[in-house]
């Protein structure tokens, strides 16, 4: 039978031109229903477009290692307006390739050692503020603490989160994944404007640097003296897409994930116990290296748990170069598929009670995890795997270890802890603790 005689997958276009899409960002359990009605496929309409939902290792591994050949990477369209056409994220084929080994300088185990001091430093300084608010909203000050973090080690920028940048961040940041209607009272309409802004003040920052005589060893030093292959430095206008698109990588997606470590180790007491065991081997007075890290097991193992539990990116969206055919069906042309993360790692064939926190799934001895790397993808898979990978697992790191040997912390009651997905994972009340010193 060829391709074009096969069925498409089942599934349900829903209303005209919108499909689905507002279940899609109002329903954060939308695709688990629905693969409870249709099986690990379904098809649907969002924004306009036809769209496949598909989980699991196979279907991960199908849609990642035929990058360029089925599929090239496709973003919403509020997405790809607010990331702007020079952004790594929206580049494909060779550019792509070339852009990703520039970008790749900074985040190399040289460049990543030298950002340990800093970030230390300003997890001390959040630390102390903590506890001297005793109770806190968390997830707010979360997001200034990566911010800081970001715009010190990619910009060089003191204190971001407090800048004008900082707050004009905030607001493109909301519009990412909305409705692209660029009105004035819409979350895309307002970060529209704040992306030009935006612009204006990063060329600033960029112009500063080009003609200071000391470059630094932030990530926006080595950009501007990265030379690609023919010897060509990067233009002003790639400099701001492919900077704002670090300062979004760097700090969205790791907020959510130290937001998740602290939620889910709060609720677990035993598996606070264990890291704070482990952390007893230590001398607190001797430097944290890149080696030392390496030497703490089990918060590898917590770490990989929740990003398995909580993945800050729920998925991935690919348009479909060329007719293919997967599991049987038909995939057209012109669709969008998006491959999903957070329903693959909840998979029951390739984990145990998958709906539990069991960091010790992940031990080295462990027999309960599935040999196919595609069942275990927060960082995504192929050639697109997130640049920044190793960047956020050290500051989680940082950040855990800070955490664990000098403070206590405890939800409050009454929270709604459920979870917000877009544009990433985090409790709806936005994380109410109680803080101090241990």
């Known amino acids: 039978m060829t391709v074009s005689n096969l069925p ?14 507002l279940s899609f960002f109002r329903d954060s359990n939308y695709g688990e229903k629905q693969h409870k009605k249709y099986g690990p496929i379904f098809k649907t309409r969002l924004l306009g477009s036809p769209t496949l939902f598909v989980k699991g290792a196979d279907a991960n591994q199908f849609v ?7 599929f090239v990477v496709s973003w919403p369209p509020s997405t790809q307006a ?49 506890t001297k608010a005793t109770t806190l909203t968390w997830y707010p000050e979360l997001r200034d603490y990566t911010f800081d973090v970001a715009c010190k080690l990619l910009v060089g920028l003191d204190q971001g989160a407090q800048t004008e940048l900082g707050h004009l961040f905030e607001t493109w940041c ?66 701001k897409d492919q900077v704002l698109l670090l300062l979004f990588a760097g700090h969205e997606t790791l907020t959510s994930a130290v937001a ?48 398995r539990l909580i993945p800050p ?8 170069l060329k007719t293919c055919e997967f599991n049987g069906y038909r995939i057209p042309k012109g669709w969008t598929v998006l491959y999903e993360i957070n329903q693959t790692h909840l998979n029951p064939d390739d984990y145990r009670v998958p709906h539990q926190f069991q960091p010790e799934r992940f031990a080295k001895d462990a027999e309960t995890i599935q040999p ?15 640049l920044g990978k190793e960047f956020a697992r050290l500051e989680m790191k940082l950040f855990a270890v800070h955490l664990l040997r000098g ?32």
């Open 174 to 239: 909301k519009g990412l994944f909305s409705i692209p209607l660029a009105l004035p009272w819409t979350r895309f309409g307002q970060a529209k404007q704040a992306r030009k802004q935006l612009l204006v003040l990063l060329e600033e920052i960029i112009r500063q640097r080009q003609q200071s005589q000391a470059l630094g060893n932030d990530a926006l030093s080595l950009l501007i003296q990265a030379k690609d292959e023919e010897g060509n430095s990067l233009g002003i206008d790639e400099l």
């Open 372 to 386: 196919n790397k595609y069942s275990y993808v927060p960082f995504g898979g192929g050639i697109r795997e997130c």
């Open 64 to 70: 990642l290692t035929n990058e360029n050949n089925y």
């Open 82 to 130: 607010l990331l702007g056409n020079l952004s790594l994220a929206l580049q494909t084929g060779g550019e792509h390739q070339n852009r990703r080994k520039l970008l790749a300088q900074a985040f190399m185990p040289r460049a990543l050692s030298s950002y340990i001091d800093t970030v230390q430093s300003i997890t001390h300084a959040y630390g102390e503020k903590w």
């Open 8 to 21: 498409l997958p089942p599934g349900d276009f829903g209303l005209p031109l919108i499909g689905d899409t």
């Open 313 to 320: 990116v729920g998925g991935g969206f690919r348009k479909v």
């Open 260 to 307: 998740s470590f602290c939620l889910l180790v709060a609720q677990h007491p035993q598996v606070l116990s264990a890291l704070r065991a482990e952390q007893t081997a230590f001398d607190p007075a001797s430097p944290i290296t890149l080696d030392t890290l390496k030497q703490m097991p089990y918060l590898e193992q917590v770490l990989q748990e929740v990003l």
């Open 407 to 438: 403070y206590r912390w405890e939800l409050l009651p009454d929270q709604d802890l459920s979870m917000v997905v877009v544009p990433t994972p985090h409790p709806r009340d936005n994380l109410r603790v109680q803080f101090g010193r241990l």
